[in-house]
């Protein structure tokens, strides 16, 4: 089955600054690359997502890029603001396009 | 729309009692799915159902834990007997769909401590 692979595990930043986050993924026929944002004590909610036939997608302070190649996709946030402190995880789905794997997390943590 | 529900929110037992955790996805959405998240495992699919039906258990850990949907506005998720590592985050989702064309909106969770 899909295996997802997700780095760092912790990342802090000062305000204003960019965060990336990225992940990999074992399964070549997975088309379909969420990321969810999870704040503490919260449910898991989505922020932006990439499908396989486009390369990167962008929604404000947010984009993603897949290298569907190197079977890897990534978070970049801009402008890091406080708010934005929270477990990050990316997420694949399988061949059968019917369930999600997701990475092991990611929690940044935004400095004023 | 009041989104997916859950309950109840808190659980606590002791080891061997039963748990039940419930589940009411959003109206309309055809599948639903059973989390359970913990800081050494992370996010752990443990079930999921297409229009009512069960089509991957896979990651239920053991006998001991069991799910149904015996409507598209309900579903279970029963452990018995409940030991002290099951304590964890269980969350539900569920999409409109049934392929991942369509977004999974997860639920509050249910946050449950076994004694």
């Known amino acids: 089955g899909e295996n997802v692979e997700q780095h760092p595990s912790t990342l802090s930043v000062q305000e204003g600054d960019s965060a990336v986050i990225k992940c990999t993924y074992s399964d070549s026929a997975s088309n379909y690359f969420p990321w969810y944002k999870q704040e503490l004590g919260k449910r898991p909610q989505l922020i932006i997502d990439?499908?396989?036939?486009?390369g990167e997608k962008k929604d404000q302070r947010i984009a993603v890029t897949l290298n569907k190649t190197a079977k890897h996709f990534s978070l970049h946030i801009t402008e890091t603001q406080p708010e934005d402190s929270a477990v990050y995880f990316c997420?694949?789905?399988?061949?059968?396009?019917?369930?999600?794997?997701f990475g092991g997390g990611t929690r940044v943590l935004v400095k004023p | 729309d009041a989104g997916v529900i859950q309950s109840p929110r808190h659980e606590v037992t002791e080891m061997g009692q039963e748990v039940t955790l419930r589940c009411k996805p959003i109206?309309?959405?055809?599948?639903l799915f059973w989390y359970r998240q913990t800081m050494m495992r992370g996010l752990e699919l443990l079930i999921y159902?297409?229009?009512?039906?069960?089509?991957?258990d896979s990651g239920m850990p053991e006998d001991r834990f069991s799910a149904k949907m015996p409507n598209a506005s309900f579903s279970t998720l029963k452990i018995q007997p409940s030991e002290p590592r099951d304590s964890a985050v269980y969350f539900c989702?569920?999409?409109?769909?049934?392929?991942?064309?369509?977004?999974?909106?997860f639920g509050p969770g249910t946050r449950l401590t076994v004694l």
């Open positions: 997420a694949a789905s399988g061949a059968a396009g019917n369930k999600l794997t």
């Open positions: 109206s309309g959405h055809n599948s």
């Open positions: 989702a569920s999409r409109t769909g049934t392929t991942d064309r369509d977004t999974q909106y």
């Open positions: 990439i499908r396989s036939n486009v």
């Open positions: 159902f297409n229009n009512n039906v069960p089509i991957d």
